[in-house]
Nanobody
Framework: QLQLVESGGGLVQPGGSLRLSCAAS????????ISWFRQAPGKEREAVSC???????KYADSVKGRFTIFRDNAKNTVYLQMNSLKPEDTAVYYC????????????????WGKGTLVTVSS
């Protein structure tokens, strides 16, 4: 059983940066594809980025060039570095895990964290 815990959210001004962390309180992340999703108020949950067990990555068009996903297997943690943040990036960010390939479908994920809130506002 994999248990995921997100951290690193907060309030940041437009143009600022945050680094989100997804750690496993039980289980080993390196064997899974890890995804970041986000859900803004009144909107559906959407895929942001994912990294597979080989280090391959994918990004939503809206965050390409601004966000970077990477993993530190020694720390059993996956990170999402978010730069040049915009107000439209405001959302609860969730990490999720699957044993399969990167997918933008919520239903494809096997495990979820509880989320961390990112607010981009001046």
């Amino acid at each position: 059983q994999l248990q995921l815990v997100e951290s690193g959210g907060g309030l940041v001004q437009p143009g600022g940066s945050l680094r989100l962390s997804c750690a496993a309180s039980s289980g080993t992340l390196m064997y899974y594809t890890i995804s970041w999703f986000r859900q803004a108020p009144g909107k559906e949950r959407e895929a942001v980025s994912c990294i597979d067990s080989s280090g391959g990555t994918k990004y939503a068009d809206s965050v390409k060039g601004r966000f970077t996903i990477f993993r530190d297997n020694a720390k059993n943690t996956v990170y999402l570095q978010m730069n040049s943040l915009k107000p439209e990036d405001t959302a609860v960010y969730y990490c999720a895990a699957t044993s399969y390939y990167c997918s933008h479908y919520v239903s494809s994920m096997d495990y979820w964290g509880k989320g961390t809130l990112v607010t981009v506002s001046s």
